[in-house]
C-alpha cells in the first residue's frame, strides 16, 4: 500500500458523451471531455475556448466611472496639466504603471509615474506621497492596481484640491474611498460581465478607451501582470493572455528583448510559464528589495541598450532575492516546527525582527506548500512597533474574509480569498493568531488540512496520443481556473522505476497496460523508487507532454502523484543484512520476531498464536525478522488485516530446507545398519557411514533421535542399541520429525518460494477471518 499525498477528486465525465461532443466541436475525446469536465457544454463556447472563434474583448464603457475617468482625462489633456500614474511595486502594478502611462502620452497628456518604496512608505497610496504631487504641480492622480483601500488618502486628495481616479481590482472594503471615479470590475454598483481583472487588465480597459479600440501594442505588458498576479485564466484575462503571449513572441519592445537574452529565453517560445516563471519573478524583484523603478523603466524604455543593463540589474537583483528567500524560509519552517507546530496552529503565523517583508509572501507560500495551513509571515520593525507581511491560504479559508474581522487590529491590509498583505503593530500579532486559529477550528475540518489535487479524468495508455496531447495544448494558456490538465492512470504495471539526477532527487518510471507503454518523470520523487514494490499495480498521477528526442515524440506524464491501494511485499530474503535496510523502511514501521526477544521498542516478540492476532499492524509496515515455528503462527499475525507494506526477512539460524529431510528408504537403511550392528556408536563412526552412505552427518544424528523417541533405539554407555522388542510405529510420530518437517515445509513455502508465490501466500492469508475476531466483537 502507498498512499497518496492529496485527495483525489477525479472528474466525472461519460465517455459516450465525450466522443459524441468531440465529434460536434471537431476535437480528440481527449480534450472533449477535459472541457465538458470544465463545464463546457456547448458547441459555440467549446470552439470559442479551442479556436477563439467568436471572441472579443468587452466595450470598456460597461466599466462603472470609465465614461467619468476618460473625460477628466480629456480634460487634463486639453489643459496640458501634469498626470501622476500611481502605481504598485510587483509584476502586476510594474505592468499597469506602464500600460497606462504608455497610453496617457500616447493620448498627448503630460505624464510620468510614481512607484511607491515598500521598505519606506508601504503599500498603497500614501499621504506624502500625495501632498508631494500636489507640490510638484500634478492636478490628477490615476492610481493602477492599488487604491481601493485609501479611504485617508482620498480624503487627503480632496482636502489638498487634487483629483483622484482609482482604478484597481482588489477586494473593495466595506467602504469606498471618495474619489472621483472608481474603475474596479466589482464595483458594487457596477455591471461590468467579467470581475476577475488583474491591476493591469483595468489599466489596459482604461487604455483600450482612450485609443478608441484595443491597445494590441500593449497586450505583452498586460499579459506579463495578468499572469504573474495569478488572476484566473479564463473570460476576457484568457484573451489577454493568450494574445499577450503572441505579442511577446514577436515584440520589439527592448525590455522583453533584453530579459530574454538575460535569461536564455527563445522568444519565439515564450508561454505562460515563461512569464509565470522568468519575467514576472525578475520584475517582482526589485520592488521586493529596494525600489521597483529598474523594472519600470526596463518595461518602458526605448533604448536597447539601456534596457540590456536594466535587465542585467534587476537579474542579479532577482537572484539576490532568491538567496533571502531560503534563508527566511529555512528560519520560519524551523519557528514552526519549533514553536507553532502545525497539529495545535491550524493557521500559521510567524515573524522576526529582520526579515525583508519585500519577499514574506514567497516565504508564506513556501510554508504554506510545506504545512498545508493558511501562513502569514511578517518582518518586525522593532523601532517603528510594526510588522508588515503577506499571507497565502489553503482551499476553504477564505482570507479576505478572514481578516476582515480584525480590521480593529489591522490598521492596512488587503488582497484576496487566498493571498492578502498587512501592516499591524507587533503588540497585536499574538492576538490576531489567537483570532485566526479560532476562525480556522470554526471553519475548517480535518479533511481540509490534506491537500485537494482536482482530476480532469481517467485515461488509459492507449487513450494518450501526440495529436490528442497537441489538442490539450490548445486550451493554453493555463493558470488560475484553467490549470494544466491532470489526468490518472489507474492500475497499471511497473515496467521499471528509477532515481535520476545528480543527487538521485527525481525518478524515472515506465508504466505498461494492455501491452502499451508510457513514460513517467517525477521531479523529486526519487524516493518512491524505495516505496513501490516493483510488481505493485499502481495508479499515478500527471500532466501529459511531448517528449522530444532524437527527432522521436512521444507522450510523457509529468507525474504529480502515486497511489497503490493493495500490501506491498518486499522481498528482503536470501541474507540481505538488516542493516542495510532497516532504518530506510517508513514510519509506522512493527517488526515482528517469532524466535527471539529484542530490546528494540519497535520490535514484537510473539510466542503464541494468540500473541500473534493481537499485535495491530493495520496500514503498518510489517517486517518479518524471521520464520515461526509453524504456519498458523504467521497466520494468526495476517488474518483479516490489512498492513500497507510486508518485508520479508526470514532469517533463519539454521536451513532445515538445505539439510534435506531424509527419506523413508533412508530411515529404513539405516535402521537395517543398526539392527544387523544392535550396538553403534555415533560419535565415533556416524561421520564414516554418513561418508559411505553419501549421507550427511546431520542426517545420522537426526534419524538416531526419531528411533529413540519412537523407542527403537535407547542409549546406552553413549552407543545406540536397538530395541528389538519394540512395536511399530510411524515416523510421523516423533516430535522431532514432525518439528523437522513442518520446518521444512515452511522454509519451503516462506524463504525458497519465488517472489510471485510468496505474495499469492500471503494475500491469501490476509484475505482469511481473524479465528477470534468474533469472540472479540463480542
Excluded at 125 to 135: Q, S, T, V, W
Excluded at 715 to 737: C, F, M, T
Amino acid at each position: 500500500m502507498l498512499k497518496p499525498k492529496m485527495r483525489w477528486s477525479v472528474k466525472e465525465v461519460d465517455r459516450t458523451k465525450s466522443e459524441a461532443f468531440a465529434e460536434e466541436v471537431g476535437t480528440s475525446p481527449l480534450a472533449a471531455s477535459l472541457l465538458l469536465g470544465r463545464g463546457i457544454t456547448e458547441k459555440e463556447e467549446a470552439r470559442a475556448f479551442l479556436f477563439d472563434e467568436g471572441v472579443t474583448f468587452h466595450d470598456p464603457f460597461l466599466l462603472k466611472d470609465m465614461d467619468k475617468a476618460i473625460d477628466r482625462i480629456r480634460q487634463a489633456k486639453e489643459q496640458e496639466e501634469a498626470v501622476l500614474v500611481f502605481g504598485d511595486y510587483d509584476a502586476d502594478g510594474v505592468s499597469s504603471t506602464s500600460v497606462l502611462l504608455t497610453a496617457l502620452r500616447d493620448y498627448g497628456v503630460l505624464a510620468d509615474y510614481y512607484i511607491p518604496n515598500r521598505f519606506t512608505e508601504g503599500y498603497g497610496p500614501n499621504e506624502p506621497a500625495f501632498r508631494h504631487a500636489k507640490e510638484s504641480g500634478f492636478g490628477l492622480i490615476i492610481t493602477v492596481d492599488t487604491g481601493i483601500s485609501g479611504i485617508h488618502e482620498a480624503q487627503v486628495a480632496k482636502e489638498i484640491g487634487i483629483d483622484l481616479i482609482i482604478t484597481d481590482h482588489h477586494e473593495p472594503g466595506p467602504e469606498l474611498p471618495e474619489a472621483l471615479a472608481i474603475i474596479h470590475p466589482k464595483h458594487p454598483d457596477g455591471t461590468y460581465p467579467f470581475g476577475y481583472l488583474a491591476g493591469v487588465g483595468v489599466a489596459l480597459k482604461v487604455a483600450h478607451a482612450l485609443y478608441g479600440k484595443v491597445p494590441e501594442h500593449l497586450l505583452d505588458l498586460a499579459a506579463i501582470g495578468t499572469i504573474a498576479d495569478l488572476v484566473p485564466l479564463n473570460g476576457e484575462n484568457r484573451l489577454i493572455a493568450k494574445k499577450g503571449i503572441s505579442a511577446l513572441r514577436q515584440s520589439e519592445r527592448p525590455g522583453i528583448v533584453a530579459l530574454c537574452k538575460q535569461t536564455g529565453t527563445e522568444q519565439s517560445s515564450i508561454n505562460e510559464e515563461t512569464v509565470g516563471f522568468m519575467i514576472g519573478p525578475r520584475i517582482n524583484a526589485a520592488g521586493r528589495l529596494d525600489d521597483a523603478g529598474p523594472a519600470a523603466e526596463l518595461m518602458l524604455t526605448e533604448d536597447l541598450e539601456e534596457a540590456i543593463m536594466l535587465a542585467e540589474e534587476i537579474d542579479a537583483m532577482n537572484k539576490q532575492r532568491q538567496t533571502i528567500v531560503n534563508e527566511i524560509a529555512k528560519e520560519a519552517i524551523e519557528m514552526v516546527n519549533r514553536d507553532y507546530p502545525p497539529d495545535e496552529y491550524p493557521v500559521i503565523i510567524v515573524g522576526k525582527e529582520g526579515w525583508n517583508p519585500g519577499v514574506v509572501g514567497i516565504v508564506a507560500s513556501r510554508l504554506t506548500d510545506t504545512f498545508y495551513r493558511p501562513a502569514i509571515v511578517l518582518g518586525f520593525d522593532s523601532e517603528k512597533g510594526i510588522a508588515k507581511g503577506s499571507a497565502r491560504s489553503i482551499k476553504g479559508f477564505d482570507l479576505f474574509k478572514s481578516l476582515s474581522t480584525c480590521r480593529d487590529i489591522l490598521p492596512h491590509f488587503g488582497g484576496h480569498p487566498m493571498a492578502a498583505g498587512m501592516t499591524l503593530s507587533i503588540n497585536d500579532v499574538d492576538e490576531l493568531r489567537r483570532r485566526m486559529v479560532e476562525i480556522a477550528n470554526d471553519t475548517l475540518t480535518a479533511e481540509d488540512f490534506t491537500p485537494i489535487i482536482q482530476i480532469d479524468g481517467e485515461a488509459s495508455i492507449s487513450d494518450i496520443t501526440v495529436q490528442g496531447i497537441e489538442e490539450l495544448n490548445k486550451l493554453a494558456p493555463f493558470g488560475m481556473n484553467n490549470p494544466k490538465p491532470l489526468f490518472v492512470i489507474q492500475e497499471a504495471k511497473i515496467a521499471s522505476m528509477k532515481k535520476i539526477g545528480a543527487n538521485q532527487t527525481h525518478l524515472k518510471a515506465a508504466f505498461e497496460q494492455d501491452g502499451q507503454t508510457i513514460d513517467g518523470i517525477g521531479f523529486g520523487m526519487g524516493d518512491y523508487v524505495d516505496q513501490v514494490a516493483k510488481t505493485s499495480d499502481i495508479s499515478v498521477i500527471g500532466e501529459l507532454s511531448i517528449n522530444e528526442w532524437n527527432n522521436m515524440r512521444r507522450p510523457q506524464l509529468m507525474l504529480r502523484d502515486m497511489r497503490v491501494d493493495e500490501c506491498q511485499l518486499f522481498d528482503m530474503r536470501g541474507g540481505k543484512n538488516l542493516s542495510s535496510w532497516y532504518k530506510d523502511v517508513p514510519d509506522g514501521k512493527v517488526a515482528i520476531s517469532f524466535g527471539r526477544e529484542s530490546a528494540d521498542p519497535a520490535i514484537v516478540f510473539v510466542q503464541t498464536e494468540q500473541e500473534a492476532e493481537n499485535v495491530m499492524i493495520d496500514e503498518k509496515n510489517v517486517i518479518l525478522l524471521d520464520l515461526p515455528e509453524n504456519e498458523q503462527m504467521i497466520k494468526s499475525l495476517l488474518a483479516g488485516k490489512s498492513p500497507a507494506r510486508i518485508y520479508a526477512h526470514f532469517s533463519t539460524k539454521e536451513s532445515h530446507f538445505f539439510s534435506a529431510m531424509p527419506t523413508r528408504d533412508q530411515f529404513k537403511s539405516y535402521y537395517g545398519f543398526l539392527w544387523k550392528r544392535e550396538s553403534f556408536d555415533v560419535k565415533q563412526h556416524g561421520e564414516l557411514l554418513a561418508k559411505k552412505q553419501g549421507w550427511s552427518y546431520g542426517a545420522i544424528r537426526f534419524m538416531s533421535k526419531v528411533f529413540f523417541e519412537l523407542g527403537f533405539v535407547k542409549l546406552n554407555d553413549g552407543k545406540i542399541e536397538v530395541q528389538k522388542e519394540a512395536d511399530k510405529r510411524d515416523l510421523s510420530e516423533s516430535p522431532a520429525y514432525i518439528r523437522k518437517q513442518t520446518q521444512f515445509d515452511l522454509e519451503q513455502k516462506l524463504l525458497y518460494s519465488s517472489y510471485r508465490e510468496l505474495k499469492t501466500i500471503l494475500d491469501g492469508w490476509m484475505k482469511q477471518p481473524a479465528a477470534h475476531r468474533e469472540e472479540r466483537l463480542k
